[in-house]
C-alpha cells in the first residue's frame, strides 16, 4: 500500500529487479534463442505481480522492454 501519490520512482524496483537478473545472466554462455527463452519467460513475468492491482506508468513498461532488447 502505498500512503503517499505513486510516481515513475515507485517503480524503480521493478527495473532493478530486471537489471539484477539481466547482469546475473550476462556472465554466463547463453545461445540467442536461450536469451530469448528466458527473456520471454522470466523477465516479462516480473512487472506482472505489480500489474495485477495498477496499471503501470508506460515509461516503466517502455523501459522493461529497451533492457529486454538490449540483452537481446
Known amino acids: 500500500l ?8 515507485s517503480y524503480n524496483c521493478i ?6 537478473r539481466l547482469s546475473n545472466w550476462k556472465t554466463k554462455n547463453l545461445s540467442f ?4 527463452t528466458l527473456s520471454k519467460a522470466v523477465l516479462s ?10 496499471m503501470l506508468p508506460g515509461s516503466i ?3 522493461v522492454d529497451q533492457l529486454c532488447r538490449s540483452f537481446l
Do not use: F
Open 61 to 63: 513498461c517502455d523501459k
Open 2 to 9: 502505498h500512503h503517499k501519490r505513486v510516481s515513475k520512482s
Open 33 to 36: 534463442a536461450g536469451r530469448i
Open 45 to 54: 513475468s516480473i512487472p506482472m505481480y505489480a500489474m495485477q492491482t495498477v
Open 15 to 20: 527495473l532493478e529487479r530486471v537489471q539484477k
